[in-house]
């Protein structure tokens, strides 16, 4: 019988992670949830409700406002959406004001410790894949799988411009470089689960790598792990 697992994909920002771990989970059938759309979803909710002012997060306020944030996913069409106090708020958590604010949300550790309760109750059925900073090392430490993900910086740039320039935004490309940078400084020295490679995850760079490519790699991985039961 082939074993359930839980799939951890972790990694820098615009490296890739969320299309290939829904498409891992579209191919086997799974659960897909993006742990970073939870950290967005928070952020929104504090551009929306003046918690982020004149490039000040209220700290104090966001973590007494944290109870009345209701953040699920749904499954609409194969893909799936975040939800946010009811509403679907997929698009919204993609720009680039929430990019902007993102990590410093992210890093505060009671927005931490709910979004890891909320994101291991959803990994209790397993048959599971999540995308994030900390899952292998803080959400799913046990993960059947653990994946590391990395891109050039100037190559991670060029897909998130590419992204948000398909959405209609209007941005510069040095705004965007700009952004990676601080995000990966930030991700990687914050106090709080930085973001860190798993001793036991296994390292993919997909600077180079096509999505076809990637997933020849990780079935090969996967379908040798269900078989062997480990």
């Known amino acids: 019988m082939l074993k359930d697992l839980i799939i951890a994909i972790d990694g820098y920002s ?6 290939f771990a829904k498409k891992i989970a579209e ?4 659960l897909y949830i993006d742990s970073g759309a939870m950290y967005r979803a928070v952020t929104l ?15 104090d306020l966001l973590i007494q406002e944290l109870p009345k944030m209701q953040i699920s996913f749904l499954v609409d069409k194969g893909h799936s959406k975040t939800v946010l ?3 679907i708020v997929e698009n919204e958590i993609r720009t680039i004001l929430v990019s902007e604010f993102v990590s410093q949300v992210s890093a505060l550790e009671e927005v931490r410790l709910k979004m890891v309760e909320i994101q291991r109750k959803l990994g209790e059925n397993r048959r599971i894949v999540m995308d994030g900073r900390d899952i292998g090392t803080v959400v799913f430490p046990n993960a059947d799988l653990k994946i590391f993900m990395t891109a050039s910086p ?4 060029q897909r998130r411009y590419k992204e948000l320039v398909e959405k209609g935004e209007k941005i510069n490309f040095e ?17 709080i689960s930085p973001l860190r490679k798993a001793d036991d995850a296994v390292v993919l760079d997909n600077s180079h790598l096509t999505v076809e490519e990637q997933m ?3 079935m090969d991985i996967i379908n040798k792990k ?3 039961g480990n």
Do not use: H, P
């Not at 909710?45 to 700290?59: H, K, Q, S, W």
């Open 27 to 30: 191919v086997l059938d799974y």
């Open 226 to 228: 269900r078989e062997n």
């Open 175 to 191: 705004e965007i470089e700009k952004n990676i940078q601080y995000r990966d400084q930030y991700d990687t020295t914050r106090e």
């Open 154 to 157: 100037e190559i991670r740039a």
């Open 45 to 59: 909710y504090a551009l929306r409700n003046g918690i982020i002012t004149d490039t000040v997060l209220n700290r």
């Open 216 to 218: 020849e790699w990780v």
């Open 85 to 87: 106090n009811g509403k």
């Open 14 to 19: 615009s490296c890739g992670k969320s299309t």
